[in-house]
């Protein structure tokens, strides 16, 4: 047996770098030695949260977004060698529901999965992990710098999966109407890691979209929008107090008609308060979960359900992805080389040695879009 440091959480809500005992290979297991980590808001929010540490634990190793190289496979490993670059992916199926059995375990019914660094499971935090070789995505080695991202890729790769997969269906009501009729124009809110990939995926398949955040104009996360052949909006100039004034940014930044919107923030009301600007027979895709002020959410409720219900409006919630999406990524990462150059590497704002942790979870800085651990 060996101990490795890692990073963890815990009981009682405190971050800590200590060893963690690794257990022994299994015969179909990789011993991956993890060379970056990325950190989440599903990380910082943990801070706050009683933690889900694996049995036996007072303690969660942390990280669900990595990227390592294999440095053992056991015995019955037959698609990794000793080398390889691999991305894990995060959620283990509960076993239980038809959608963990066919391998649609980001669909699960039952809530028991479990995920890596975030429930029941130790994460990625690690100077090496264990991981099964069916949980491993095979990286391309001119993608090593940037795969980190393709955990949080996937999540905008299975939103838009799925909003496809229901407009199509209702609205492809011909042969004649393809899926670039019904996505012609789109607003993601939240120029956060999960939004502007999200913007990647729709950058590469040329779809026009806006991108929308507090930050103002000028900074990295207008100038990776425009990279992405994009449109960016600085949400403040649209505040009246808390109200968002969307027939000014309408009329000022020629945004409307919008089939499609993708809420990956923190705070849903911008979005409830974008209602306006949606097309008939629109779809909303909410990534973020509701944090901020309940009353104000609460005072846009009523216009936003009577819009939808008149638009004929679909509301979608979309959580993790599943192993196929990781696949797509790759897809995705290597076009998106081709089309707008190193725009992946500059989303990774921050990186640091993981003996600086501490610092890294403490970046505030409005530059900062993704930060990463440096591991080896
Ligand atoms: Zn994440
Ligand atoms: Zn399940």
């Known amino acids: 047996m060996r101990d490795v440091k890692s990073i963890a959480i815990t009981r009682a809500n405190k971050l800590i770098q200590d ?4 257990p022994v290979l299994n015969k179909d297991q990789v011993l991956v030695r993890t060379l970056r980590t ?40 037959s698609q990794f060698q000793k080398g390889d670059i691999v991305v894990p992916s995060v959620r283990r199926g509960c076993g239980e529901c038809v959608f963990c059995n066919s391998n649609r375990s980001d669909m699960c019914n039952t809530g028991r999965y479990t995920e890596r660094g975030i429930v029941k ?41 799925e909003y496809y997969k229901v407009q199509k269906s209702r609205l492809c009501i011909t042969k004649d109407i393809s899926e670039k009729d019904i996505l012609k124009n789109a607003l993601i809110i939240g120029a956060g890691p999960v939004g502007l990939l999200t913007a990647v995926i729709l950058a590469c398949d040329d779809v026009p979209f806006v991108c929308a955040d507090i930050d103002e104009d000028g900074g990295i996360k207008s100038e990776i929008v425009r990279m992405l052949n994009g449109k960016y ?34 705070d849903p009301v911008t979005c409830m308060q974008m209602i306006d600007l949606l097309r ?5 895709v909410h990534l ?13 409720l009523d216009h936003y359900i009577t819009s939808l219900v008149l638009k004929n409006g679909v509301i979608l919630g979309s959580v993790n ?16 080389q081709k089309k707008f150059g190193d725009v992946l590497d500059r989303i990774i704002t921050h990186r640091f040695h993981f003996s600086d942790y501490q610092q890294a979870f403490d970046v505030k800085s409005k530059d900062r879009i993704k930060v990463v651990l440096e591991w080896s």
């Open 38 to 77: 990325g950190i989440c808001s599903t990380e910082r929010e943990l801070m706050h949260q009683t933690i889900n540490a694996p049995d036996g634990y007072d303690f969660l190793v942390l990280g669900h977004e990595a990227v390592g190289e294999i440095a053992e496979t056991g015995s019955a490993v």
């Open 233 to 266: 909006v600085n949400l403040r100039e649209y505040l009246d107090g808390d109200i968002l004034n969307s027939s000014k940014l309408s009329r000022e930044k020629s945004v409307g008609d919008l089939d499609l919107i993708v809420d990956a923030s923190p």
């Open 121 to 161: 499971l130790h994460g990625f935090m690690s100077e090496y992990f264990i991981e099964q070789e069916a949980n491993l995505t095979k990286i391309p080695p001119p993608l090593k710098s940037q795969a980190v991202l393709l955990e949080p890729l996937t999540i905008g790769i299975k939103a838009l999966e």
């Open 19 to 22: 060893r963690v005992d690794l």
């Open 321 to 336: 992805a599943n192993f196929a999406n990781f696949k797509t990524g790759i897809t995705y990462m290597e076009q998106c």
């Open 288 to 300: 973020g979960l509701p944090g901020g002020n309940k009353e104000r959410r609460m005072s846009c």
């Open 280 to 284: 008939f027979n629109g779809a909303i």
